[in-house]
C-alpha cells in the first residue's frame, strides 16, 4: 500500500511539472513572436507625448509639430504611436543640421515643452516601432 501511495505521488507530481513546463513555453514563444516584429530605431531627438490618464497634452504637441514643421531644414521626423490614449513619440534624426544648429534646435525644443508634464525630451535615445 506504501509503495502504491509512493509511486501515485510520485507520478502526479512528473505529471504536475511537465504541465508547468510547456506552459513556459508557450509563453516565452509568444514573447518571441511579438519581438520579431517590433524594431528598434536610433533617435537623436525623441520627444515623448505621455497620458497620465486623460490623453497627451495636444496643445503641446501641435506646437512643437508646428515647429518642427516650419524650421528653415525641414528636419525629417517620424511618429511612433505607443499607446491607447494617444501617447506618441516624434523620432528625429536631425541629419539636416551640424552640431550647432541641433543644440540650438533642441534647445529650442527643450523650452516649448517645459511647459508640460507630459512632454519629455530625450537625446541620442532607442525607440521600439510597433508595426
Known sequence: MKKLTLLLL?????LFVNCKTK??????????????KETKV??????????????????????????????????AYELIPMGREGERDICMSLKEMNKDEQ???IDEIKKMSKTSDRV?????AERTKRP
Not at 47 to 65: L, M, Q, R, T, V
Not at 120 to 124: K, L, S
Open 120 to 124: 519629455q525630451v530625450n537625446e541620442n
Open 42 to 75: 536610433q533617435c537623436r531627438l525623441a520627444i515623448g507625448f505621455n497620458s497620465i490618464g486623460s490623453g497627451i497634452d495636444a496643445a503641446a504637441f501641435d506646437k512643437i509639430e508646428a515647429y518642427i514643421k516650419a524650421h528653415p531644414k525641414k528636419p
Open 103 to 105: 543644440k540650438t534646435f
Open 23 to 36: 506552459s513556459k513555453a508557450t509563453s516565452s514563444d509568444s514573447t518571441t513572436k511579438t519581438a520579431e
Open 10 to 14: 510520485t507520478a502526479s507530481s512528473l
